[in-house]
């Protein structure tokens, strides 16, 4: 079932250009680059707030989803992890539109915000990538991602498919809202419609990525930077070191870095960060170069352009596609995968099945 993959995790990362276009064919029309959700019989145009809770990695596509509501449609997002939520009195207004965002559609504690927020009289959404799991059954709104099965324990491909219904989502609403017109909306479904080609290009950086495993598979810490969009990507790539090559690592806003992390900085911490071309390269350059300034070892991941710029003294460099920034997120999830995969296949851990973890959440 692995095919020539050594792993599924592995097989699940290559899979994205195809199950991410597999994804955004159920909710675009390719031919007049419009977006197309599924049929509901509920008016998008009177959400004013949205409340996204999800946990994981699922909940790092809720943030960086609350970029895109929030940019896009201009409505209100709060998000919060299930655990949390569950037990915080959290305000639900009405009209609101409660999200979950799951792969398993079990897990406990996303299950059970859900029905809190279902017995409160929101209006229920989720994207999950089991289309007969608990939560599809709950939903009023079903928004199924098309990754396939995912068998690797570490989530990778049900990420980018939910970031591709989100974005998508988020157009949507946009539209619905009157704070989208055609033109603005073709373009955003062209941009997606590039994601595909572009996770095929930055999965070409394959054999560099395993290459820079080696200086990353060593450390005790490794920190992980990022800005916007990409903040939410420098947490996944740190939990993904976390999960399964068991290094300790942490993603910070990169501009949170002057407010404490920085004392961390020495010779034997690898900080990677996540800078692609746009408006936030500037800023996220220049908390770099203060870490470089402190002695940092630095690895930086962006485009060409931005690797002419700023890559010079960095220890490594990983070139991807220069995108679109809508789309980023997703392309620069393939490089904190397959950073974290090929670091564990160094160190000799058990990636489809690292210790200590289930890929279902059952029980709180
Ligand atoms: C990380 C990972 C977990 C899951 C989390 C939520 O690689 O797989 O953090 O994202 O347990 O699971 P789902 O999406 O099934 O609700």
């Known amino acids: 079932e692995k095919g020539n993959y050594r ?33 509901i019989d509920f008016d998008l145009s009177t959400v004013k707030r949205i409340t996204i809770v999800a946990c994981g990695t699922s909940f790092y596509a809720a943030m960086v989803a609350k970029y895109w509501f929030e940019t896009f449609a201009r409505v209100p997002v709060d998000i919060d992890v299930a655990s949390e939520f569950r037990y915080r009195q959290p305000v639900l207004e009405d009209g609101g539109l409660a999200l979950f965002i799951s792969q398993s559609g079990e897990t406990a504690d996303t299950l059970a915000a859900l029905r809190h927020c279902k017995a409160e009289g929101q209006t229920i959404g989720v994207v999950v990538n089991v289309p007969t799991s608990s939560m599809a059954r709950e939903a009023d709104l079903l928004l199924p991602t098309h990754a396939g099965p995912e068998i690797g324990v570490a989530s990778t491909k049900a990420f980018t498919c939910q970031l591709a219904v989100l974005a998508a989502l988020a157009a949507h609403l946009a539209v619905k809202k009157g704070r989208m017109d055609r033109a603005e909306e073709e373009e955003v479904v062209r941009h997606l419609l590039e994601a595909p080609a572009a996770l095929n290009a930055a999965l070409d950086h394959d054999e560099d990525i395993a290459a820079m495993a080696h200086l990353i598979a060593p450390a005790r810490d490794v920190l992980y930077l990022g800005r916007g969009p990409d903040y939410p990507l420098a947490l996944e790539g740190a939990l993904k070191l976390k999960e399964i090559s068991y290094i300790h690592a942490e993603g910070y806003a990169s501009g949170e870095m002057k407010h404490g992390p ?30 470089r300034a402190r002695g940092g070892q630095v690895v930086l991941i962006s485009d060409a352009e931005g690797l002419r710029e700023a890559g010079e003294g ?38 489809d099945q690292p210790r200590n973890l289930a890929k279902s959440v059952t029980v709180e």
């Open 262 to 291: 920085i004392a961390l900085i020495d010779e034997a911490v690898p900080v990677i960060v996540l800078a692609p071309s746009g408006p936030l390269f500037e800023k996220t350059v220049s908390n770099m170069q203060e870490v």
């Open 7 to 39: 792993h599924f995790m592995q097989k699940e990362i290559f899979e994205q250009p195809t199950v991410v276009a597999q994804t955004l064919r159920s909710y675009v029309h390719q031919a007049n680059n419009s977006v197309a959700l599924p049929q």
């Open 314 to 351: 960095c220890i490594a460099t990983i070139e991807m596609p220069r995108v679109h920034p809508l789309i980023a997120p997703l392309v620069y999830a393939v490089p904190v995968q397959l950073l974290a995969y090929h670091t564990a296949c160094v160190k000799g851990t058990d990636v």
